[in-house]
């Protein structure tokens, strides 16, 4: 185990501010799905790593032609190849819709095993395309910021900022969408009662088109920055497919605002785990994932219909 004597508590909040943004925007997508589609997508993981990969594609495309080029301390091409991911993985699972799951037109417990099936098909395309070794997105390597470094003895990277304000951006983009505006409104209409929703004159089938794209866009955009924050693997997406799920469950499963909540508590857990060892609890980053799932099992014995859950 690293010893831990010394580091700053607060990098562990930064560490963990970051590891938030990314399983948030995941979140998002999955309770999306559950609320309107009203099935738990267990390919939802394997989008992360279609729109990594997507974004990961255009690289040597877009990176010589805006070589030099520095936005925020990172290379803008960085930006444009994940609104290609992003675009990659919108049409990836709007094609799934209408190929795979609308010609189904089955229960819940069908399209959660399709969604199995649907999952191991894009790592399988992932693993023919870009075979099984990890890779980078070939960012250069930006030291911490100065100025955070002197003020706050914290490490805080460029790329860091990017990913929390990018975030930020993306969730604040998806709220105005939900409380501003008709589609908002008929997301949430759908997503309520879908048969009153229909009677009332809601084309429901678009709604739920408009629900793959969103949750489509923001799976890519956690893909993404989970690549740049580690590698890009074909197993990336599901390696954390049960932290989402954990995050969406304590949020309050179908509750779009509760898997933002749930996300961010849960990633916060994850990364400040090693803080144990610095008050002599021999629990290292080995057991983050456990200890985020104890306490969300803890948070769910208090409340079972999880933080932002209806009683029913």
Known sequence: MIPLQGLNPFQFVVNGLVFSSIIVL?????????SIADFANF???DT?????????????VVAPAMEGIVLFGLPVWLFVVLLVGMVVAAAVVVLTEYVVYRPLDAGSIELLITSIGVALSYRAVVFLLFGTEPQRYGVPRAGPIPEIREAL???VTPRQVAVVLSAVVLVGALHFVLQYTTLGRK???????????????????EVILAMWIIGGV????????????TLVRPRMGFDILLIVFAAVILGGIGSVYGAMLGGFVIGMLYELTPMFSMVGVPIGSEYA????????VAILLVRPSGIMGETT
């Open 26 to 34: 995941a979140s998002i997508g999955l309770s999306l799905v559950y």
């Open 218 to 229: 923001l799976a890519a955009a956690g893909g993404v920055f989970l690549g740049l924050e």
């Open 289 to 296: 994932e456990a200890v985020a799932f104890l306490i969300m």
């Open 43 to 45: 390919a939802h993981g």
């Open 153 to 155: 003895n914290l490490a």
């Open 187 to 205: 997301m949430r209409a759908t997503a309520d009662d879908p048969n009153l929703a229909r009677v009332s004159g809601i084309r429901t089938r």
């Open 48 to 60: 992360l790593t279609v729109g990594a990969f997507g974004a990961l594609a255009a690289v040597p």
